[in-house]
């Protein structure tokens, strides 16, 4: 059956607009993109009441915990959580238990998402066996399997010349290596940002250089290797002027950053709590200014929820001891629509750093309103104001910093080629 969606304000990212008028889909693809309302269309009319409908968010950088911790968050867990959120596609991250670094290991969690996960669930490699640091992983093997991108996560690959190697691999088979750019032995044990408030509070903590010395390295060796990369999460205005040089010279760099980096800072910590314990740690104000004005002006590509689920055990802890991360899937649009409620970030640009860029880094055909594009789709209210109570997301896990706190802007309806998955 034909859709119309009619009197929506379609937002599109590649074309930066905001317009009113209707979108048609047929056979899970979108087959006409029409100003104005449709006079007499035939087939299943889906009246969006000048509501914005865009393309689904391509979230990079989503654990879920199968193999190892399926108590934490399951394929079809996250998936839920992903459609209620307006995610229409999960890049998902080999930090799991043990690591997705065989083939084996990417069939069997490729199979379990696709069983499970209402949404598109594209996953990641290890870089190196068991994310250790020492050996790199087959590539090209899990290419064939499926990987879309590889990745150690947060364990940082200390041996320069390992990554040498294998950034020097992936380049011969175009592979996207994704970096976590934290100097490890500065990083280690850190609970909090240096300054005075870490001081206060008696944590322990890292500085911002860390970030940047790291991210200087890793620029070092993609000059001389040629790879494609990607820092998952740039957090501070020191490490910008390295990126900025990178982009400036030709290397095939990209970044993200989390939507609590965007959102959050490092006095949110407060009274210790748990929730807001994250890694890298939150950032001074003048850091989250500094990122926001590099999304808004390109220099920082991507945004992502970083979602990292973790039980009420680990996260119920004195706060050096705590488990870092947060669930972000279902808060990641009205986290987001913060940025452009306050001025900071207009709808285009915020949805070209969630939609079309990740896509276009992975090369999928998604994140555009353009005939011929996957039906991706969310329809959501920027306006519709709402506490959030953590007990009604659909994470298995439920740490979110966000809890209790009122937020602006509700997913209407998520449609994934075509098919609705959440409403």
Known sequence: ???????????????????????????????????????????????????????????????????????????????LAAAKGGVTTMITRPDTDPAIDSPETLEFVTRRANEASPVHVLPMAALTKGRAGREMTEIGFLMDAGAVAFTDCDHVVTDTKVFQRALTYARSLGALVIAHPQDPGLSRGAAATSGKFASLRGLPAVSPMAERMALDRDMALVEMTGARYHADQITTARALPSLERAKANGLDVTAGVGIHHLTLNALDVANYRTFFKLKP?????????????????????????????????????????????????????????????????????????MSLNPARRLGLDTGRLEVGAPADLVLF??????????????SKSRNTPFDGMRLEGKVLSTWVGGTCVYE
């Open 1 to 79: 059956m034909t859709l119309h969606f009619t009197n929506a304000t379609l937002l599109d990212p590649q074309a930066g607009t905001e317009t009113l008028g209707s979108l048609s889909v047929d056979e899970g693809r979108i087959s006409a993109v029409t100003p104005g309302n449709l006079a007499n269309p035939k087939g299943r009319i889906i009246d969006c009441g000048g509501k914005y409908l865009a393309p689904g968010i391509v979230d990079l950088g989503v654990k879920v915990c199968e193999p190892g911790e399926r108590h934490k968050e399951s394929y079809r867990s996250a998936g």
């Open 281 to 353: 740690p939150l950032r001074d104000e003048d850091d989250r200014l500094a990122v926001v004005d590099a999304v808004a002006r390109g220099v920082i590509d991507i945004i992502s929820s970083m979602h990292t689920p973790q039980d009420e055990e680990s996260k119920r802890l004195p706060f050096e001891e705590a488990a870092s991360g947060a669930v972000a899937l279902e808060t990641f649009l009205p986290a987001a629509l913060r940025l452009w409620h306050s001025e900071m970030i207009d709808l285009p640009t915020l949805w070209r750093a």
């Open 381 to 394: 209210d920027p306006f519709a104001p709402f506490v959030l109570d953590r007990a009604t997301l659909r």
